[in-house]
């Protein structure tokens, strides 16, 4: 296992290297001059000049490359070109909203889906699964933002039928008003959740369907389990390693999910602010957050796969003989 999680390791900074690159390239290698682009198209040529030498366009592609991977290393993502402030600050107190919002839609879909799902499967009558069946298709096919539209028109303040949480901004004082911070985050994190939560549902029944379906429940039952007992109990364990890794796939889909509610509910999170730095060509800023999202995504597949071995002893024992 230590050996495994040092190859991880060791795969996770070279990829992590290769995502900077490709990310600090991207912005060099598009048409137009970057300068030019951040001054403003109708800029005077000497304060382009100028701001090349600032953010040293003027060197060559390795040395800028290594200037700004060395102050990444070191947490050092740049100034912005808007703000003044230092992306590293900015990125760290948008992500105080963005990720409080997916671990609460996490939360909400894993409580849907998970025991729905396990309902599923041990509730075979037709009514039940049509039902059942209805409830995920209906809510894994509607799209966020007009689900969104409908929650907000159902239980917006203001404009809701029934009025009972915010539908835009963020506290100013952030979490530091906790009731009001976590009531702008209910709205958008139930549409997240309901959306995701249709989809664990149908995972973990079609996994269950097919362990119910194996001698292991069978042996469960004779040992005196009720089938629900067994399928609750045996059943949900040896799919976990499985829907691990679906929940670990769909938590990084989650947060490209999350940045469009985001601009629905007007939450300054990551995702707003990236498509705020992008419309007004503060692309240092953009180059921050585009590095942080991608070792996110890494960040997310290397705990994933040492979840899985970790949950899954047989990957040990083929390990071993081979």
């Given amino acids: 296992m230590f050996r495994m999680i040092c190859q991880r390791l060791l795969l996770f900074i070279a990829a992590l290297f290769c995502i900077s690159a490709a990310v600090f390239l991207a912005l060099r290698v598009l048409p137009g001059d970057v300068a030019q682009v951040m001054a403003g198209l109708n800029s005077p040529r000497g304060k382009v000049e100028q701001l090349r030498a600032e953010l040293g366009l003027n060197k060559p592609l390795f040395t800028q490359y290594a200037d700004w ?4 290393l070191r947490g050092d993502f740049g100034i912005s070109m808007l703000t003044g402030r230092p992306v590293a600050s900015m990125i760290a107190t948008r992500a105080t909203i963005t990720f409080p919002l997916i671990f609460l839609g996490l939360a909400i879909a894993l409580a849907i889906g998970i025991p729905l799902g396990c309902f599923k499967v041990t509730h075979e009558g037709k009514l039940t699964q049509s039902i059942l069946r209805f409830v995920a298709l209906t809510s894994g096919s509607v799209p966020a933002l007009w689900g969104a539209m409908l929650l907000i028109l159902l239980f917006g303040r203001g404009v809701g039928i029934v009025g009972l949480l915010p539908t835009q901004g963020f506290p100013t004082e952030g979490w530091g008003a906790f009731p009001e911070a976590f009531a702008s985050l209910l709205l958008p994190a139930i549409t997240v959740g309901v959306i995701v939560g249709s989809s664990f549902m149908r995972y973990t029944s079609a996994t269950l369907e097919n362990i119910a379906q194996s001698e292991v429940i069978a042996q469960s039952m004779a040992c005196g389990m009720t089938r629900k007992q067994a399928v609750w109990r045996v059943g949900l364990r040896l799919a976990l390693p499985q829907l691990v890794s679906v929940i670990g796939l769909t938590f990084a889909h989650m947060v ?6 985001e601009n629905l509910f007007s939450l300054p999170g990551m995702g707003m602010g990236m498509v705020r730095d992008v419309g007004l060509r503060d692309l240092i800023a953009a180059q921050g957050e585009l590095f942080m999202l991608a070792a996110l995504f890494l960040l ?5 796969d040492v979840a899985h071995r970790l949950l899954d002893a047989r990957l040990d024992e083929n390990a071993v003989e081979g």
């Fill in 300 to 304: 997310i597949g290397l705990a994933v």
């Fill in 69 to 72: 991977i060395l102050g990444v």
């Fill in 256 to 261: 490209m999910g999350v940045m469009v509610i």
